[in-house]
């Protein structure tokens, strides 16, 4: 059972202007093979399947809070992403050719499909799959795939701060790092 | 930002007897089209993308609500996948054969990729796919939308429960139905 | 610019007795890699994308013309399906387990998500796909293509034919037979 | 059974200039999860499954008339990007770097793949799949799951139009309004 | 660039009888996420995008001649599958109901699509995918990935192996365990 | 079983200069339906599982040392894409925008996913997929199928040394063109 707070995990800049390739790019964070929403579902589905809560009490715990933390990960990368996208058209007074500045421009997608928002997509614009979720009922092997999981998300992630000039961008690397620095 | 508390929405009874045919059937109302994954993530999406929170507050609370409680409800899904997996293969001193009996039984995953536990995937094994979420920006259609995802989300789980003859499956559908009647 | 006319392209006997499983292996011959949702398709496209269609009209008739012939391949197939899965459950009083004689039996997507009706899929329940098209728009190569389409075609039929023991799933190989001997 | 005339449901006006980028866009109308070859499939297995036609003669009717018309739909919107396409290349006396200019712009596939023609995918080249057709079995159902899919469709037509600076895609737009309309 | 020798790695003892259950769990091992396909691929991979290989030789050499040993890894396991299919129907003097026994028995496009021959899928019948290919181009990383990847295709052998009760598919596991030990 | 000699079929020349437009095209040859990796698997899985080696030993000879080849050719095809990559970003003192000039640009996986490497995906960036290998067991048909596949992947290598103004690029046509001519 879950309770939620209207209130993100850390306090996000603005982005200094609007910058729909950037948003494509932090796509990847979100819905790639080692985006939050990877993160989030392998926890929680590791979880949830937990056999032995009671011997093995300190990792449930430990797999439980991580995925719970995990639900502030897909929050904060989604509200970049749609900072990113914030002002890329203009509202006019004629629908003609509002949205004519960004064909070919990023993905399509959060033109044509949603409202400028973010999706559970990665950087191509193809969705997240459950198929990315790996939960082989032995603890041992669950926590291999969890460390080179985190491992893929800091690579991810490191390169999007290299490739997004947007003070905003860079912040989608700070949630991970902190975990794996303190 | 999220909080997570140690405990199903409601008590389920525990599976009369071992069923892997019955939780691949329940398979379809977490993993497929109309699963407690695509309303748990149409409704996050919606909340996370929402503009405009002040002015439409009802509506955003709304949907911020439901897709809170839509977190509790895959947690109970994939706790009557388990349970109806529980005791289905038996644990001996020699490895060999022990997963002899359900050799062409149900989803062939639940053995051999998954430790007997529960899969964001469908009755056919097809994996979770983030296509599944809609949310346009208009708010009107993102309603119609959702009406029609719970209407679908309603007849898969009146299917489900006339497939399955085992009490704990019959309960997957409370949950929706309270929120429909009352 | 399409006419539709109220009945199939040949009679179809009745089947015999209800049977989910070859209800399941005929869908091969309508949404597989080689099924009438294909062929279709591919002379559609074909057709839609013709250039110089009067330089080259004989060849730009035939393939717009058999585009056409197929809609008429996709109605028989998904008939058949339709008339195989006709009776494999009873309208009971109590929804009560309407469904448990079906569990683990054929593609499960015919009771828990369509209503016992023919789907645009294949014998694994794989969806079809756009991707199954090919129109190179170079004539030459387009033709090869269907050439080996409508043998791969040819071999699907045969193999259902010698899989279901059923009149009815037998006749879906007449259509093509017909095209292919006069 | 099905009859074809060789005639566009509309005239259309051609191309003012190549736009391989508003080819990509329109794709979306054509193979997206909203585009005529949704509406035209989800009308057509509709009709092919419906039982009880007798009883519910206007139902299947509309549902079956609806879906005729469709097959215009997919043939104008394939006219449309073929049309934007035309041109966008030029026949040399040399093959070098006849396709250099396209080389980054526009769905990749267009060039390498077709023949410079509409394809049954979106906009992101994602092939169209059997996976977006809805038949329950419970006309009140199918019928919800229409209106929004319509709904859906015209607020896809209507963000095109927004990004084509092209009266040939503008006029994608026109055959859903008069059904919407008039 | 390659050569091949006629000849298995290691001798496999004959299917003591046809098996399509243990062909369609076997399929695991070869198409599945973490089967030989995917073995294969991610080292081949890593080797040829391997940048500074002079400096890093042993690490090249190593990850090239696994690759290379892979390719016999799929050859092993495809004639698993071939053998545990061989038999499995008749050729009789009628091709009426030749596959009738095998109608809703293991994979059925070992029986409809392939000729009863190995396939590049895992056991639910879905494709193998280059997705599963992960190559960083770090190469701590990358190292770190193949642990993970054999440490999941080693439980997928030990999980195959409680399955079928065959001793043609328990060599599957020999290859692989000969690498851990020696 | 195979052995591996560390150098390419053909030289190849360095690309003139980096090109990610021409390597996200030159990944059609690769991973696309007509890539050399379907060349590749066709061959290798058709010769795995033939039947009557003895009998129809020159067909079996010709499939299986066919497919050793294409193992070369996807080694070709991948250097060509590393080629076109290199140089592409610079590495500077800080890791600050490093990637920013490929915003945009290309296939985003080559610089997110991928260390600037090939990738077993298509000119969308749409993973290679098992369901392109074809074999049937009718050796006819197979070879029917080898022939169309080889004249798409023909069809394929000149589209792209079309669109590539790169001496690199345009070599990958070369070893196709051999086979075909001499």
Known sequence: MYLRI???QVELPAAEHPDPRAAQAVQELLGGRFGEM???MNYTYQSFNFRGRKELKPFYDLVANIATE????????AA???SLLSGTTERGESPDYRLA???GVGNPHHFLVSGQGALPVNSLGAAWSGDYVFNSGDVVLD???NFFLESGARMGKLRVYEMADNPMAACTRSPTRRRWRS
């Open 6 to 8: 209207d209130r993100l």
């Open 38 to 40: 990877s993160t989030l």
């Open 70 to 77: 995990e639900l502030g990960h897909i929050e904060l990368v």
């Open 80 to 82: 970049t992403i749609n």
């Open 101 to 103: 500045g960004v064909a």
């Open 143 to 145: 926590m291999l795939h």
